[in-house]
């Protein structure tokens, strides 16, 4: 059976269900990209000969980043401010989660298209036997298998979405702690 062929027997779910898992796993690469350039050592090439790679906001390491931030918020003596510090920390952690909930959002909507894409395909099982009674299986079986073909292919999307989604977001957690940790050495610093 071929792609089209397939799509086309899962009914009109299956456009959104297609859409929604090409949407979670552009989101999911960009997030696995960044996270694999900010977890990098330092003087590693960029992108790989890929131009679209070398646009990626963290081409830097995050302690880089940071450390450029405060440079250019911190006072005439050089030490930065602890309110700078905090607002810095809570933008850098906003860039390592962005994206995050919308790869979990998708992956949870991916099984209700599904279920839609069953209801359907029942209802038109359903209006199938009111025409033609239960004595034509053929007739049903059309309906059966856009019913089952929505689910199979909502759990499809669904399940490595969500275990992409939950192991990016213990590579965010990651991140974050070493972070804090950063930061955390930069206020003694001041104190």
């Known amino acids: 059976m071929e792609l089209y062929d397939f799509l086309a027997r899962g009914g009109p779910v299956m456009i959104p269900l297609v859409g929604i898992s090409l949407w979670m796993w552009i989101l999911i690469f960009e997030r696995s990209m960044v996270f694999w350039r900010l977890n990098r050592p330092v003087g590693h090439g960029t992108g790989h000969g890929l131009p679209i790679l070398n646009n990626i906001s963290a081409v830097r390491t ?60 029942m209802v038109a099982t359903f209006d199938v036997i009111s025409v033609f009674g239960t004595g034509n299986a053929k007739a049903m079986a059309g309906g059966i298998s856009t019913a089952l073909i929505t689910t199979q292919s909502g759990l499809l999307v669904a399940v490595p979405g969500l275990f992409m989604g939950a192991f990016l977001s213990r590579m965010a957690q990651r991140i974050e702690a070493g972070l804090d940790n950063f930061a955390g050495l930069i206020k003694r610093m001041e104190g």
């Open 62 to 121: 995050i302690e880089e980043r940071f450390i450029n931030d405060l440079a250019q918020n911190s006072s005439k003596g050089g030490l930065p401010d602890p309110s700078v510090v905090d607002i810095l920390m809570k933008r850098e952690k906003h860039r390592v989660r962005r994206n995050l909930s919308t790869i979990h959002i998708l992956a949870a909507i991916a099984p209700l298209l599904g279920l839609l894409g069953t209801v359907v395909g």
